[in-house]
């Protein structure tokens, strides 16, 4: 790690990890994939399933260090190739691979994603001005205390006056704020 090795913060560089690179989002020929291919051997086997071994004999390409000082190159010709395909099936190559991937998911897509449906991530709830909202569920799960959401986030001001007296304002001030419209 960069931080830990040199005791110096990376900055955030787009899209891309501070010191892993490249880890960008691609264009594909029907949405968007994080490919996060870093070491020499998943470059080679990127390279080989396009029938293109010969790309990492380019000097720009041949190892981690000239990828980093070339990292628009890398990502110019790795996008043209990251284009040709579907997210689906760069999915299905990366892990025939074993590179990292994953696709990015517009909102809809996450909210139909059927791993969260599996483990109900989101829940259907009753709020009382806004209806039925989708919520988040808290994501940690504990089989002895399981987490639950028991009542929606108070409406702006709904405990304004359990606050102020447990900060010790007393009821006539309570009652002065209230009549002023401060609460």
């Known amino acids: 790690?960069?931080?830990?090795?040199?005791?110096?913060?990376?900055?955030?560089?787009?899209?891309?990890?501070?010191?892993?690179?490249?880890?960008?989002?691609?264009?594909?020929?029907d949405?968007?994939?994080?490919?996060?291919?870093?070491?020499?051997?998943?470059?080679r086997r990127f390279w080989d399933a396009l029938g293109k071994p010969e790309m990492m004999k380019n000097e720009r390409f041949a190892n981690m260090a000239a990828r980093s000082r070339n990292i628009e190159f890398v990502y110019q010709v790795a996008g043209e190739q990251l284009v040709r395909r579907t997210t689906a099936e760069w999915i299905r190559l990366f892990d025939e691979l074993e590179i990292p991937a994953g696709p990015v998911n517009s909102l809809p897509q996450v909210m139909e994603d059927p791993h969260l449906?599996?483990?109900?991530?989101?829940?259907?709830?009753?709020?009382?001005?806004?209806?039925?909202?989708?919520?988040?569920?808290?994501?940690?799960?504990?089989?002895?205390?399981?987490?639950e959401i028991r009542r929606m986030?108070?409406?702006?001001?709904?405990?304004?006056?359990?606050?102020?007296?447990?900060a010790g304002v007393d009821a006539a001030e309570i009652a002065a704020l209230k009549a002023d419209g401060a609460l």
């Open 117 to 147: 449906k599996a483990i109900d991530f989101f829940k259907h709830r009753k709020h009382p001005t806004e209806g039925e909202i989708t919520m988040v569920e808290p994501p940690m799960r504990m089989s002895r205390t399981p987490p």
């Open 31 to 43: 949405g968007y994939v994080c490919m996060m291919a870093y070491t020499d051997p998943q470059w």
């Open 1 to 29: 790690n960069h931080t830990v090795m040199s005791g110096e913060i990376a900055p955030q560089v787009g899209n891309d990890h501070p010191t892993s690179m490249p880890t960008s989002a691609y264009k594909t020929a």
């Open 153 to 166: 986030a108070p409406l702006q001001g709904a405990d304004s006056r359990d606050v102020l007296a447990e």
